[in-house]
């Protein structure tokens, strides 16, 4: 898969990228990242890297990517109506700050279930495999902060 993506036969659906920034021991966002700048960084819209999974219904944009100076990555997450995504564990220690900001949504971890709606926010860890899944019939928007233990060194 790697070679089919380095000769540009095959576009990367983003729980690929999870796997792979997984096993190298990276943040997800290096993968995607142009470049690492220690001054003020705007990233305008129409340039934003927009990831979307391999069915269409899950869109990740790093609004914040990863940075060897912070240990968080801070990401707009959408989710099409009735859908489900789910989501690879991530390195040990890694912690997932969700805030739904319209819609409502269920976040499953292991054998439990949260449900939140527009406003509500949850924190857990996510070195366990988890899902989001949009419980109405509208679009939901979601920010996620992802916290790392520790900088992860390239």
Not at 115 to 121: E, I, K, N, P, V
Request: glycine letters at 6%; one cysteine or more; proline letters at 6%.
């Amino acid at each position: 898969m790697l070679g089919q993506i380095e000769l540009c036969k095959s576009v990367p659906t983003i729980s690929l990228l999870w796997k792979i920034a997984r096993a190298l021991k990276v943040p997800f966002s290096l993968l995607i990242a142009d470049s690492i700048s220690s001054g003020p960084s705007l990233i305008p819209f129409d340039k934003a890297k927009i990831l979307t999974s391999a069915d269409g219904l899950f869109r990740s944009r790093a609004l914040f990517p990863y940075n060897a100076d912070r240990k968080t990555e801070f990401y707009r997450l959408s989710l099409a109506p009735n859908a489900t995504e789910f989501a690879e564990p991530h390195a040990v220690g890694t912690v997932e700050n969700l805030a739904v900001e319209s819609g409502s949504v269920e976040i499953g971890l292991q054998d439990a279930a949260y449900q939140l709606g527009a406003g509500d926010a949850i924190q857990f860890e996510a070195d366990l495999p988890h899902r989001y899944t949009n419980l109405g019939d509208q679009e939901a928007i979601m920010y996620l902060v992802m916290v790392y233990i520790e900088a992860v060194k390239p």
